[in-house]
């Protein structure tokens, strides 16, 4: 399977068949969740970081995707849909990579809404917990953070940050919003199963996002038996080691592989350059045939 090359310099695929010019990163997002980029810059940046496709990765949001599609087709990049939904394994939060979708499938969209609704609802809960605790923070400096993306525990304490009532951002978890914290709410939880069976119905591929050191064989291997098609091999918080780890598991189930740089437009501490973290052309044309053929 063309999967197991590792970026061309290896396996059973000649190497002239890559053309080190066409690469693809798979994970990017835009201001339609966590991103500081609008689209159209994003779009930029790809071309001018020398990516032939790009897929944006919006958290729980499909938004940019339209005008990426039309931005990209004016530069001759491909525009791949994308989408990164949270989903709950367990106790676990893990994050699921859709590609391909149909970004207009009506279940999606009404799912999308669903969760968006969920999610402001928490932060008025969050919002009411910390009143009682004595913060005065209203939602609106909240949703000020969050702009046009869906609100979430990052924007809460930002917003605590800047109305001063804590001095640093891990602050906002460490006494208030953290797991288990006193002004901690929950969030909807979407079963795997359920992410995946909306991912197929919308025509597309499931991949587990960067699953770093948190995802045991035995998740993993529920994954699977739910429907999960892939596994994002490429990451920035994957080392060497970690990739082949992966790459292991890729091989020895079946499963595809995905990678990109989970760029947020230099907005995180963690983010790189575009072009640094791409998959080879030929790991979108196994997903892409595992779909259209
Ligand atoms: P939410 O989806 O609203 O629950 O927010 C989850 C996000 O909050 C994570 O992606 C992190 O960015 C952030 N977060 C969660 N726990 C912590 C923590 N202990 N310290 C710093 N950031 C955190
Ligand atoms: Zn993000
Ligand atoms: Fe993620
Ligand atoms: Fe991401």
Known sequence: MSQKVESGNKGDVPQSSLSSASRADLHTHTTHSDGALVPYDLIQRAHS????????????????LDEAIEWGKGLGMEVITGLELSVSLGEKDVHVLAYFIDHRNQDLLDYLTFFRRERLKRAERIVQKLNKL??????????EQAGIGSVGRP?????????????TYHEAFEKFIGNGGPAFEKKYQLSPADAFKLITKAGGLSFLAHPGKYISELDLSQLIKNGLDGIEVI??????????YYRGLVNQYFLLESGGSDFHGGKKNDDYALGVFTVPMHIVETMRSRLFT
């Open 155 to 167: 924007h809460i304490a930002n917003a605590l940050l800047d109305g001063k009532h804590i001095a």
């Open 49 to 64: 970081a020398g990516l032939e496709v790009l897929s944006i990765t919006d958290h729980d949001n499909v938004g940019a």
């Open 134 to 143: 004595n913060i005065p923070l209203n939602l609106e400096a909240v949703l």
């Open 235 to 244: 990451h920035p918080a994957h080392d060497e080691k970690l990739k082949e």
